[in-house]
């Protein structure tokens, strides 16, 4: 394994803790400033400040979130980078009384490498898998 893909591999990992820890400021760190994220049954979120409001809004305030992810691909092609894969996710809703939700899904991220050496997430797309048949979707 390359160094640049170990690099991103712990960027991955990195963002894992900050989700699973509810730590929307890590999380952001891991972002570039001009990040664009097409999440699924959404519009397109462009920018990071247009980003963190969104997690913020759409995950962050309203689940305490445990995200598992593994890479099935990555490919470097000089300071850009993709990586493919699958995660599963567990929601728990911060409102008492409501059910935890899991699924699992797939993404496909572009990861730049930044003015100071870092890889961050520049593009990211994800969606969900079909729910087991009788369970909703999230």
């Known amino acids: 394994m390359t160094d640049e893909k170990a690099e991103i591999i712990r960027l991955g990992q990195d963002q894992a803790a900050a989700v699973s820890s509810g730590d929307l400021a890590k999380w952001t760190m891991t972002l570039a400033d001009d990040i664009v994220v097409q999440p699924p049954d959404h519009s397109e979120v462009s920018g990071r400040a247009a980003v963190v409001a969104w997690a913020k ?82």
């Open 57 to 138: 809004e759409a995950y962050f305030d309203p689940f305490k979130m445990q995200l598992d992810f593994r890479f099935d691909e990555i490919e470097v092609l000089g300071t850009w980078a993709f990586g493919r894969g699958r995660f599963t996710v567990a929601l728990t809703p911060s409102q008492v009384g409501r059910a935890m939700q899991e699924a699992t899904g797939k993404f496909l991220n572009i990861f730049r490498r930044d003015s100071s050496g870092s890889w961050k997430y520049a593009r990211a797309g994800f969606s969900f898998d079909p729910p087991p048949r009788g369970r909703a979707s999230i």
